[in-house]
T-cell receptor
Framework: GAVVSQHPSWVICKSGTSVKIECRSL??????MFWYRQFPKQSLMLMAT?????????EQGVEKDKFLINHASLTLSTLTVTSAHPEDSSFYIC???????????????FGPGTRLLVL | DQQVKQNSPSLSVQEGRISILNCDYT??????FLWYKKYPAEGPTFLIS?????DKNEDGRFTVFLNKSAKHLSLHIVPSQPGDSAVYFC?????????????FGQGTELSVKP
């Protein structure tokens, strides 16, 4: 099946620093990638849709200047948490949309997630 | 506004029996539905999907049923195995709109006991 990787898998940083998280589709091309965050025992909340070659589309309530998204190629999207604060501590998960499935159907394949802890 | 709801936060089932996980949605624009399985500290794994033109889709031990009039879908796992123990999320998408983004339910934690 389709494989999506994320790097790093976990990161601890000081308040005020910026953290970059990479999301890669390893065996397929993804014109669209999605970024989610998940708090403990809660659902996955969509933060933004990352489109290759164009600006990301952010969900309501998500600060675009705080969470910078760059989709530089068909296999790579990055999320940068700028000036991170303790409330940004969360589990960040990316997904990539695989358009290869037949019949007009599609599925999103998720990365393993990145645990961010801001001290 | 929770557009996709999984009202049972947990479910416990005996090995070999059927597991039924339920999901309700409110947005009539959703026309594609997916089920994902998730272990702690890992990303969700795609299980099975169904489009709104169907009412049933089967893949091995997993079957998804869709009742559009009731805005309800369910995932049946039979027979259940201890390795099925995980959190299951249903997700919905307005397939032909908004770039195919997914809206997730809160998840149901399934525990299959030997």
């Amino acid at each position: 099946g389709a494989v999506v990787s994320q790097h790093p898998s976990w990161v601890i940083c000081k308040s005020g620093t910026s953290v970059k998280i990479e999301c890669r589709s390893l065996d397929f091309q993804a014109t669209t990638m999605f970024w989610y965050r998940q708090f403990p025992k809660q659902s996955l909340m969509l933060m933004a849709t990352s489109n290759e070659g164009s600006k990301a589309t952010y969900e309501q309530g998500v600060e675009k200047d705080k969470f910078l998204i760059n989709h530089a190629s068909l296999t790579l999207s990055t999320l940068t948490v700028t000036s991170a604060h303790p409330e940004d501590s969360s589990f960040y998960i990316c997904s990539a949309r695989d358009l290869r499935t037949s019949g007009g159907q599609f599925a999103q394949y998720f990365g393993p997630g990145t645990r961010l802890l801001v001290l | 506004d929770q557009q996709v709801k999984q009202n049972s936060p947990s479910l416990s089932v005996q090995e070999g029996r059927i597991s039924i996980l339920n999901c309700d949605y409110t947005n009539s624009m959703f026309d594609y539905f997916l089920w994902y399985k998730k272990y702690p500290a890992e990303g969700p794994t795609f299980l099975i999907s169904i489009s709104s033109i169907k009412d049933k889709n089967e893949d091995g031990r997993f079957t998804v049923f869709l009742n559009k009039s009731a805005k309800h879908l369910s995932l049946h796992i039979v027979p259940s195995q201890p390795g099925d123990s995980a959190v299951y999320f249903c997700a919905a998408s307005p397939l032909y709109n908004q770039g195919g983004k997914l809206i997730f339910g809160q998840g149901t934690e399934l525990s299959v006991k030997p």
